[in-house]
């Protein structure tokens, strides 16, 4: 599986790319603070690291709920992090207008798991020459997936990775079937994990989504053994007080620990 993003080629079988960072863009400080203990610990045992983190959530359950400081501003801070840091970025896209903005700022352009069907704002990020992370909707199957590849290359767009993220397990649960990741490599570009998104409880009666952090460690090492190119986790220093999905983030100061047992994972199974 080649999928190039800022010149580097993620295709050593041996190990996986994470893409991790918090849920969204709070403050001005605290993506840095995050994005640097991560890159520390991938580059201490050789683990390719995209920096992710949403600029604005447009996906809300509540009209009073947390969306960004400012859409430029946080492209903006996305931005430094990855100049800062030499590491390329992720942000994900809600529409065509998004993907030519976006992708001034970013290296990796995602297609949210409720819009992946949308065929012009598949085409808008595919046209914009950034990698496309194509998450699968929690209403799809693995197979239907190769449809929305064959929309952004048929726009001239070879650089896509699929992203695992569960299905919808009645209507406050999601599970997931390791079956759709090697069905989905069967498309010939990288496929990722979702880990934390795939462990949320969604349609809560309060309107705030829940989830099952402590599953995090268990999910992610399935994933690893199964064979996923790409393990996506979202982590916070302080979940319980993250502005987004803070009920399914992973702790940051967890993180490495959970690392070194994958990399031990993927070469168990080589």
Not at 112 to 134: D, S
Request: aromatic share 6%; hydrophobic share 40%; charged share 25%.
């Amino acid at each position: 599986m080649i999928c190039n993003i800022n010149n580097i080629k993620y295709t050593d079988k041996n190990s996986f790319f994470l893409i991790a960072g918090p849920c969204v863009i709070e403050n001005d400080k605290m993506p840095f603070e995050i994005a640097e203990k991560i890159n520390h610990i991938c580059n201490s045992h050789k683990v390719p690291f995209i920096f992710k983190a949403s600029y604005r959530k447009a996906n809300r359950s509540k009209s009073d709920s947390f969306t960004g400081i400012g859409d430029l501003k946080g492209l903006k801070i996305i931005q430094e992090v990855g100049k800062s840091l030499k590491i390329p970025v992720l942000t994900d896209i809600h529409s065509t207008e998004e993907a030519t903005i976006a992708a001034r700022y970013v290296d990796v352009l995602q297609i949210p798991a409720f819009l992946c069907r949308q065929t012009e704002l598949l085409v808008a990020a595919a046209k914009t020459g950034k990698t496309v992370n194509i998450k699968k909707g929690q209403f799809l199957s693995a197979e239907s997936m190769k449809f929305a590849v064959e929309k952004v290359r048929q726009a001239g767009n070879k650089n896509i990775m699929l992203t695992e993220r569960g299905s919808m397990f009645g209507y406050q649960d999601l599970i997931v079937d390791f079956r759709n990741i090697p069905i989905m490599q069967k498309n010939k570009v990288p496929v990722v994990l979702d880990v934390t998104h795939s462990l949320q409880q969604p349609n809560q009666s309060e309107g705030v989504t829940g989830g099952k952090p402590e599953m995090i460690e268990c999910m992610a090492k399935a994933g690893i053994a199964t064979g996923v190119d790409g393990i996506f986790i979202e982590t916070h220093p302080s979940p319980a007080l993250a502005k987004s999905d803070g009920a399914n983030m992973l702790k940051l100061d967890k993180l490495e620990d959970l690392l070194i047992k994958l990399l031990k994972v993927r070469k168990a199974i080589i």
